[in-house]
C-alpha cells in the first residue's frame, strides 16, 4: 500500500482515536471508577474542594494501542495483495512492533506510578528499562551508530565519528529526558497535554515537509506513531484544559515523552527531535539545583494559588541556611545575581530563614510577567513552547548550513 494512502488509513484512525477516547473521558462512569479506586487529587490552584479524578492518562494510553493494533497491518500488507511476499519489511514490522511495545511499557510503568507514587530514582529507572527492546532492535537492524561531525569541529575530529556504544547510552538518555522533562513541567491545568500537542504537532509538521527526501520511510513511520497519538492527545487536551476536569496523571507524561523518544530514534531524527524541546532543556537545566539536592525542593513546586485574587504567582522554598552546601549557596547567588530568582534572606518567625522561588520555568515566567491567571499563564507557556518550534524549523533549514552540509 502507497505511503499516501496508509497516511490517510492512518488519519481516519487518529480521527476515531480522538472521538473514542472524548466520550470515554466525557463519561460520568469512567471518572466515577477512578474516584472509587481513590484515583484522584484536589485542584491546588481553585477555590473548589471537588474531587478530581486522576491519572485519566491511561485512558488515552489504552485507546492508542487498540488503535495502533489496528492499523498495524496497513502500512505491510501490500506485498500480500500483490503476491510479493519475498519483499515484505521485516525490519520496519520489527520496528513498529518494537515502538508499541516500548510506548506500551512505559503506559504501564505510569500508571504504576499513579498508583503507587514510587520515588524520582524509580522514575529515572523506568524509562531506561522500557527503552531496552528499542535499542535492542536497533542493534539487531544494523542500526547506524555513526554521528557526522559538525564543521567547527572537522579539524579536530574529521568528518564522522563512530560512537559505539556511547550511541546507544545517547538514546537510553534521550528516552530518559523526553519522558521526565514531560513530568517537571506541569503543576497547572492543561499543561502537560497542551506542551505535547505542541511538539507533536511540530514534529508531524517536519515528517511532511521530510516525506519526499531519501528518508520518507522513517518519517512515514513516524506519523504512523504521531497521528493516532495526536487524537487521544487533543481529546485529553479538551478535558484537562482550565477548568480541568480530569487530572492526566503520570502516566500521559511517560506515554508522550516515550512516543517522542520511539519516533526520534527509529526515524532518525534525535538532534531535531532535541531542538523541539527547548523549552524542556531550559526548564530541567534551571530546575537541576533543586532535582539533584543542591537548593532544598519542596514536594510541590507548582505556582501559589491567591484564593483573594484568584490568581497564581511565584511558590517558594524555605529553608535555613544550614541545610544549603557550600555549592548550593554559590548557585543561589549566581542566580539571584543574574535575577533568575527571587531569594529573600532572614525570613520566617525568627528570621533565621532563606526564601528562595522554585526553580521552574513556570516561576521564572511569573518572575517575569507577575502574578497573573493560570489559563493566562498555561497560554503564555504554550506560546513559547510554538515559538521555540519556530525557532526548531529555522535552525534545521537555515541555520543548519553553518555547521553541517546540506
Not at 124 to 129: A, D, E, G, K, N
Not at 156 to 181: E, K, P, R
Not at 330 to 348: E, I, Q, T, Y
Not at 351 to 371: A, K
Request: glycine letters at 8%; aromatic letters at 14%; a neutral charge.
Amino acid at each position: 500500500m502507497l505511503v499516501w494512502e496508509s497516511l490517510l488509513i492512518d488519519f481516519g484512525v487518529a480521527c476515531c482515536a480522538y472521538v473514542i477516547c472524548d466520550r470515554a473521558l466525557a463519561s460520568p462512569d469512567t471518572k466515577a471508577s477512578f474516584v472509587k479506586a481513590g484515583m484522584f487529587g484536589k485542584d491546588l490552584n481553585k477555590k473548589s474542594e471537588d474531587k478530581v479524578p486522576e491519572g485519566l492518562g491511561v485512558v488515552c494510553g489504552a485507546v492508542y494501542l487498540m488503535s495502533m493494533f489496528l492499523f498495524i497491518p496497513v502500512p505491510f500488507i501490500r506485498p500480500y495483495f500483490l503476491g510479493e511476499k519475498g519483499v515484505f519489511e521485516h525490519q520496519e514490522f520489527a520496528h513498529f512492533l518494537c515502538a508499541l511495545l516500548c510506548i506500551c511499557c512505559m503506559i504501564f510503568l505510569g500508571f504504576a506510578d499513579d498508583v503507587f507514587d514510587l520515588r524520582w530514582r524509580h522514575k529515572l529507572v523506568m524509562p531506561t528499562l522500557a527503552s531496552l527492546p528499542l535499542l535492542m532492535v536497533y542493534l539487531v537492524g544494523a542500526g547506524s551508530t555513526t554521528i557526522i561531525v559538525p564543521k567547527p569541529l572537522r579539524f579536530l575530529l574529521g568528518f564522522d565519528v563512530n560512537l559505539g556504544i556511547l550511541y546507544y547510552v545517547f538514546m537510553g538518555m534521550l528516552a530518559i529526558f523526553c519522558t521526565n522533562s514531560i513530568n517537571i513541567l506541569a503543576g497547572i491545568n492543561g499543561i502537560e497535554v497542551g506542551q505535547s500537542v505542541v511538539i507533536g504537532g511540530s514534529i508531524v509538521a517536519f515528517n511532511l515537509l521530510e516525506l519526499p527526501s531519501s528518508w520518507g520511510s522513517k518519517h512515514a513511520f513516524s506519523l504512523y506513531l504521531l497521528l493516532p497519538f495526536m487524537g487521544v492527545s487533543l481529546a485529553l487536551l479538551k478535558h484537562n484544559w482550565y477548568p480541568s476536569r480530569v487530572f492526566v496523571g503520570d502516566t500521559y507524561c511517560y506515554f508522550a515523552g516515550m512516543t517522542f523518544a520511539v519516533v526520534g530514534i527509529l526515524g532518525h531524527f534525535s538532534k531535531t527531535m532535541g531542538l523541539f524541546f527547548m523549552p524542556q532543556i531550559f526548564n530541567f537545566l534551571y530546575s537541576a539545583p533543586q532535582l539533584f539536592g543542591l537548593i532544598p525542593c519542596p514536594r510541590h513546586r507548582l505556582p501559589k494559588f491567591d484564593p483573594t485574587t484568584g490568581l497564581v504567582g511565584n511558590s517558594y522554598a524555605h529553608f535555613q541556611p544550614s541545610d544549603v552546601g557550600p555549592v548550593g549557596h554559590v548557585l543561589l547567588k549566581l542566580l539571584a545575581m543574574f535575577r533568575l530568582v527571587s531569594l529573600d534572606m532572614n525570613v520566617g518567625v525568627k528570621g533565621e530563614e532563606m526564601r528562595v522561588s522554585n526553580l521552574t520555568i513556570l516561576n521564572f515566567v511569573l518572575r517575569v510577567i507577575g502574578p497573573t491567571h493560570e489559563r493566562t499563564l498555561v497560554i503564555y507557556m504554550l506560546a513559547i513552547q510554538a515559538l521555540s518550534s519556530c525557532m526548531a524549523f529555522i535552525i534545521r533549514y537555515f541555520l543548519v548550513r553553518l555547521f553541517y552540509d546540506v
